[in-house]
């Protein structure tokens, strides 16, 4: 084989991108073509004429052709460099077909976000996450379904969702997760209730012995209570949302175990009353989740990042 010969199959192996020319350097080859002027070329794209100098001479090492004759009058074309200019203007034009099709994609992306969220949650904290997202993108149509921990984490999984959040001890399998924000869970009765005057706290164990008002199996708030006290009585009531919990706690049908963020206004009004607990953890994380390695992009990062503010 000649050296020619070695020199072409040399060529053609190897990566493409370290054969073809970086888009920089092919659309300055193309200014240079139309203006006439490295320099004029080199103004155009806010580099230096230096710069663009040396870009070319790369440009020719890397493809083994002079592309542009320079003098005093100005910079021309050679008829190698006029091909290669062609082969150029195909490759930009393509790219920017590209830039436009990612930017669709980025516009199609940013315009929805999909919110899954646990009934505590979705009911207390996220109005006010949601309108501060929207003070930052007015164009983002936000969807949201509230259901308990397993809920959220299956429509993230089937991709019917693009964030999450839940409250249980645990995060769901095939899930991501960052802690928001801590909360605390309360026993709670009417005012009417024997437990409302009570003098001494309740122990962990008459609690667990005790049927309650309770949210739903596969609720977090009954993850958290269950794993707390080791086991629950059967439940006297079994309500999907917080608010239905509530509105039975108030109405005196039985104590209930809530979020210290959905009380805050009967307590202070006294249609609840607080009844202390001993012998019993119940603070708990709240957590963002979203499926494993797909970290938050666009209007879901930003929402993250307002519960954290």
Same mark, same amino acid.
């Given at each position: ?55 070319? %001479? ?49 516009? %199609? ?24 997202? %929207? ?79 309770? %949210? ?69 994380d709240l957590r963002a989740v979203w499926p494993t390695g797909h970290r938050p992009t666009g209007p879901a990062r930003d929402l993250l990042s307002l519960t954290r503010g």
């Open positions: 084989m000649s050296n020619a010969e070695e020199r072409a199959g040399q060529g053609t192996t190897g990566s493409l991108a370290h054969r073809v020319p970086d888009l920089g350097a092919l659309e300055l080859l193309l200014a240079v073509a139309r203006l006439g002027s490295l320099g004029g070329a080199a103004r155009e794209l806010g580099i230096t004429q230096p710069a663009a100098s040396s870009r070319i %001479r790369s440009m020719e090492r890397q493809l083994g052709v002079a592309l542009v004759d320079r003098s005093p009058r100005g910079s021309r074309l050679t008829d190698a460099g006029a091909l290669v200019t062609d082969w150029a203007r195909r490759i930009v034009e393509a790219a920017e077909a590209f830039d436009a099709g990612a930017q669709a994609l980025r516009v %199609r992306r940013d315009s929805r976000l999909r919110v899954a969220a646990s009934m505590t949650i979705a009911e207390y904290l996220l109005p006010g996450w949601l309108l501060a997202l %929207r003070a930052q993108r007015p164009d983002t149509a936000v969807s949201l379904h509230a259901g308990n921990s397993t809920v959220v984490a299956e429509r993230l999984l089937s991709d019917e969702a693009d964030l999450g959040f839940v409250e249980g001890l645990s995060v769901p399998a095939g899930l991501d997760s960052a802690v928001i924000a801590h909360d605390r869970l309360i026993v709670v009765t009417s005012p009417g209730h024997p437990w409302a005057r009570r003098r001494g706290a309740l122990q962990a164990s008459e609690l667990a012995a005790t049927p309650l008002i309770l %949210r739903e199996k596969g609720s977090g708030t009954r993850q958290v209570l269950d794993a707390a006290l080791g086991g629950l009585a059967r439940p006297l009531i079994e309500l999907s949302s917080t608010t239905a919990v509530k509105a039975a706690a108030v109405s005196g049908a039985g104590p209930a175990v809530l979020s210290e963020l959905a009380v805050g206004e009967e307590l202070a009004m006294r249609r609840l009353v607080r009844v202390p607990v001993e012998g019993a953890a119940l603070a708990r």
